[in-house]
């Protein structure tokens, strides 16, 4: 960081002016202000990386759209270097986290001083960075949209990916059987690792694989699972259904192929009577209540051992375009992080 101060300064940032690819991310200095009534100025440590960060980097139209120009990134880690008027909730000197934010991949910023929680001692700047937005997805998914319970089987897509490693191994702690399917055999015992107890390797067009609703079929001696959680979308949509016990719930939380075209909810019915959602993080961190719970619900799963967190990644913060790169071929496990 070059000339940050109590009073802001200027600051490296990873910008975006124009929707494109990769090569759209541009590092900059940008001038902070002093921090004005209820922000704080945090100094980052670490800084996660998410699969929304393409969508907001690379979206011209639509839910991922964002003004531009914009710093990308919506979670990371840091210190507290100062606050305005009418902050009690942090303080200067405080290691703390925040998530769903837009602007992160920055050397320092400000932010809303209630969408900051405080680390505890046991988990690190960089921990926190690659799981509080990866972390608290699973948290919701797995409490809230359907609370999993001993017994329950589920269908995890992308399990050796950053979210889809939370869900499992956090799943598998709740006496659930999960199954995972990956994109690539590297991936396999990635996925096994994490939890799941059987794993398949998708077909796709250029490999030989499984067909995951065969498998899952098998696997369950034809009941079919409780929930599919899907982050790929338009590749493995329909398909999901399929895999679904009668009134079942589909879980579409993610579009790494790409969204899911439209469809005729009627099918929902001839499959089996099944229910559908399509949740957002952003949903459930609306209210300083809402953060603090799902915070506090990470934290203490993360120190009871539930889950593990496993960076494959770190990357200085002006490799951001590789990094997106890398994850966008799906090349990636795990979580993420870049360093300021």
């Not at 608290?136 to 017994?151: E, I, N, S």
């Not at 209540?289 to 990470?298: K, M, S, Y």
Request: charged share 20%.
């Amino acid at each position: 960081m070059t000339g940050t101060t109590p009073r802001g300064g200027t600051v490296q940032a990873i910008r975006v002016h124009q929707p494109g690819g990769p090569e759209a991310l541009v590092l900059e200095d940008v001038e902070l202000p002093p921090p004005g009534p209820g922000q704080a100025l945090v100094r980052h440590t670490a800084i996660g990386v998410n699969l929304i960060d393409t969508y907001h980097r690379s979206a011209l139209t639509g839910q991922y759209a964002i003004p531009r120009p914009a710093v990308l990134g919506v979670e990371a880690a840091g210190v507290v270097e100062a606050v305005g008027p009418g902050v009690g909730t942090v303080r200067p000197g405080d290691r703390v986290a925040y998530w769903m934010l837009l602007g992160a991949y920055a050397q320092a910023r400000l932010v809303p001083a209630e969408r900051l929680v405080r680390l505890p001692d046991g988990v690190s700047d960089e921990v926190a960075a690659a799981a509080m937005v990866k972390g608290t997805t699973a948290q919701y998914l797995l409490h809230r949209v359907h609370p999993v319970k001993a017994g329950d089987a589920l269908l995890v897509h992308a399990a050796a990916g950053g979210v889809g490693q939370f869900l499992c191994q956090w799943a598998s702690s709740l006496g659930a059987t999960v199954i995972g399917t990956v994109g690539s055999p590297e991936k396999l015992a990635v996925a096994r690792a994490a939890g799941c107890e059987h794993v398949i390797l998708s077909r796709g067009e250029d490999r030989d694989g499984e067909d995951f609703v065969a498998r899952v079929r098998d696997v369950t001696g034809g009941r079919g699972v409780d929930v599919v959680y899907d982050s790929v979308g338009q590749d493995t949509f329909l398909r999901s259904l399929d895999c679904l016990r009668p009134f079942g719930l589909m879980v579409n939380y993610g579009q790494a192929s790409g969204p899911v075209p439209p469809f005729d909810i009627g099918v929902l019915a001839q499959k089996g009577s099944l229910f559908l959602a399509k949740p957002t993080l952003a949903t459930v961190t609306r209210t300083r209540a809402d953060i603090e719970a799902l915070a506090d619900g990470l934290f203490a799963a993360l120190e009871e051992g539930r889950v593990r967190v496993a960076i494959s990644r770190r990357a200085p913060l002006v490799e951001a375009a590789a990094v997106h790169r890398d994850l966008e071929a799906r090349r990636t496990t795990g979580s993420i992080v870049l360093l300021p």
